[in-house]
């Protein structure tokens, strides 16, 4: 182990998931993995896509050619950011005149894209180059009693054809097989694969409740202790939009949403303050005193 | 009614020159993306396959003045299934940017455009968010990237929001 990357925090993460990130670090300092940060890392460009894909496409080169000076590569913990990320860095590598056109325009920040670096998701990193058996032997607390949903989250696995075949956008088994390692239950439900609509909050509301809505209520028939995210984008919708979700459709769920690295860090025996459970919109506390 | 002397026969071509239109004319029309679509289920306003036959057809102004134009979550669950590779949700990316460059935009997209156009990230870090993350022992982030500000600037996004 003892591997470095370049942390890409993203916007989302710093003002409004500082439990994921928390998290992340801890568990990434407990595997050897080290996370650099770096001031100078802007927007993804995800967030502007919509508005100018090229626009999107330099503010992303930018990042991936800042990681490239640096000499390291990018370990993300947002999806919406890895998406983009990934998705410029193969558009450059692959369309000699948008690199050149491309690197025009980072003159001005004194940058310049070359080939690009390695863009992984935390989570990837944790199964590919940490890898499952190393984590088992990292273990302390089984976390065998728990039962939990996982959720992916689209853009961690779609477009396939960026990732490498890393994963399959239809029947996804690596985050499961993270929940595992851990000695808790990991279910299969039909609702697994679902949008959580929070690319269309701002559009539509009634749209993007309704679609976050599908999955908690497939889960409240499934009793299942939590779901766990790897996205902050998803975990707005399932979490901090619950109660909304709750009050537009008369039902109550109360079901805990974690990230996937608050998980870990329990089986790997941090407190769950070191954790930042006290920052879940929606307490785990039923979750933490089954261990 | 769809009346032939309204449809604009240049539109497709101009989707299919935008990046991530280009897959545009592969489409013959399975429904396998309608099919597939988590926005759709909820609400049939918003109908993939339609609205490709809408840009074949070239009925630009429908298309562009919409409110289904703003809708897709990009889940990318067609542009995975699509036995052609059309790439729809580069399709819609593409007919928002087009859509933009003629006056047309959703409220939403304008204020996330002015929040990374003037601070470069899509949330404003305030003093409020660096003391809580200092508290939780996380270092602080930097709130505004002026060359980012610049840059967009110059590309002539910031009319959309002043």
Known sequence: MGVKYALFIGCTIPVRAQHYELSARRVASALGIELIDIEEFACCGFPIKSVNTYVATVLAARNIAIAEEAGLNICTLCNACTGILTEVQKKLNEDEDLRKKVNKELEIFGKKYNKGVSIKHFSRILYENVGLSKIKEKIKVDLKKLRLAAHYGCHYLKPSEIYDGFDSPEAPHTLDDLISVTGAETIDYKTKLDCCGGAILGIDENIALSMANKKLSELKKEYVDALVSICPFCSIMYEDNQRKIEAKFGVEYKLPVIYYPQLLGLALGFKPRELGFMLNRIKATQLIEKL | ?162
């Open chain 2, 1 to 162: 009614m769809i009346r032939v002397s309204e449809l604009d026969r240049n539109f497709k071509y101009e989707v299919a020159k935008q990046p991530g239109g280009e897959h545009l004319l592969r489409c013959f029309a399975c429904g396998t993306c309608t099919a597939s679509c988590p926005v759709r289920e909820i609400d049939e306003k918003y109908n993939p396959r339609k609205i490709i036959r809408m840009v074949l057809l070239g009925m630009r102004d429908e298309v562009l003045k919409s409110d289904f134009v703003w809708l897709c979550s990009t889940c990318y669950a067609c542009y995975e299934r699509c036995p052609q590779d059309v790439r729809f949700t580069d399709i819609m990316t593409a007919l928002k940017n087009i859509a933009i460059k003629n006056g047309y935009i959703h409220p939403a997209f304008k204020e996330q455009a002015r929040l990374v156009g003037t601070f470069g990230r899509l949330y404003e870090v305030e003093d409020f968010d660096n003391k809580k993350r200092e508290r939780l022992g996380l270092p602080k982030v930097k709130g505004r990237f002026e060359d980012v500000k610049n840059f967009i600037k110059s590309k002539g996004i910031g009319k959309l929001w002043a």
